[in-house]
Nanobody
């Protein structure tokens, strides 16, 4: 079993930056995929960025602005968000996959004001 807890969300002005953290515990040795998703009310949860086999796939909407780091440690990884836009406002979820199961954090709210 893997447990994930996000932190670092908050309110920021457009153009600003935030860093989200995901703390993983449990059987973290089994994790082979990890990353971030986000969701707004009335919308399906969408990919932000996911790393697998050393490669990170970013959504087109965040490419060049967001970056994952810390993935080699597995116990803690980050999403650095720069040049934030109001449309980035969402609940952000960290994610991990063990080869058998998907794991999700409970989410952290990011609000970007104009």
């Amino acid at each position: 079993q893997v447990q994930l807890v996000e932190s670092g969300g908050g309110l920021v002005q457009a153009g600003g930056s935030l860093r989200l953290s995901c703390a993983a515990s449990g059987s973290i040795f089994s994790i082979n995929r990890m990353g971030w998703y986000r969701q707004t009310p009335g919308k399906q949860r969408e990919l932000v960025a996911v790393t697998s086999a050393g490669y990170t796939n970013y959504a087109d909407s965040v490419k060049g602005r967001f970056a994952i780091s810390g993935i080699n440690a597995k116990n803690t990884f980050y999403l650095q968000m720069n040049s934030l836009k109001p449309e980035d406002t969402a609940v952000y979820f960290c994610y991990a996959y063990s080869g058998l199961s998907d794991y999700w954090g409970q989410g952290t709210q990011v609000t970007v004001s104009s």
